[in-house]
């Protein structure tokens, strides 16, 4: 069974990087039918969406961290990538890397890595 595993979460000040890496233990990252992304969830709200990227290369960014977040992919290491610039404390969530088939609309949820920003 496939598994994404996150790594590269911390405790960064405000204003700091971090870079959030992905991977998968299969090759699911060259299946044209697979959108990779990551999501976040903050203490007492919903998760939400943050950013995706197609098999292709196509991008799509949340409102509030375009500009400040890159999302990239690499077929060869099968991980997926989140460079995080110009952190904010509203940023302070746990992140999950996620793959979606877009075939058949299942999800694969990673088990989600802290990102914890002080002001």
């Known amino acids: 069974q496939v598994q994404l595993v996150e790594s590269g979460g911390g405790l960064v000040q405000a204003g700091g990087s971090l870079r959030l890496s992905c991977a998968a233990s299969?090759?699911?990252?060259?299946?044209?039918?697979?959108?990779l992304g990551w999501s976040r969830q903050a203490p007492g709200k919903q998760r939400e969406f943050v950013a995706t990227?197609?098999?292709?290369?196509?991008?799509n960014y949340a409102d509030s961290v375009k500009d400040r977040f890159t999302i990239s992919g690499d077929n060869v290491k099968n991980a997926v990538y989140l460079q995080m610039n110009s952190l904010k404390p509203e940023d302070t969530a746990v992140y999950y890397c996620?793959?979606?088939?877009?075939?058949?609309?299942?999800?694969?949820w990673g088990q989600g890595t802290q990102v914890t920003v002080s002001s």
């Open positions: 299969g090759a699911i990252f060259s299946n044209n039918a697979i959108h």
């Open positions: 996620n793959a979606l088939n877009i075939q058949n609309g299942q999800r694969l």
């Open positions: 990227i197609t098999s292709g290369g196509s991008t």
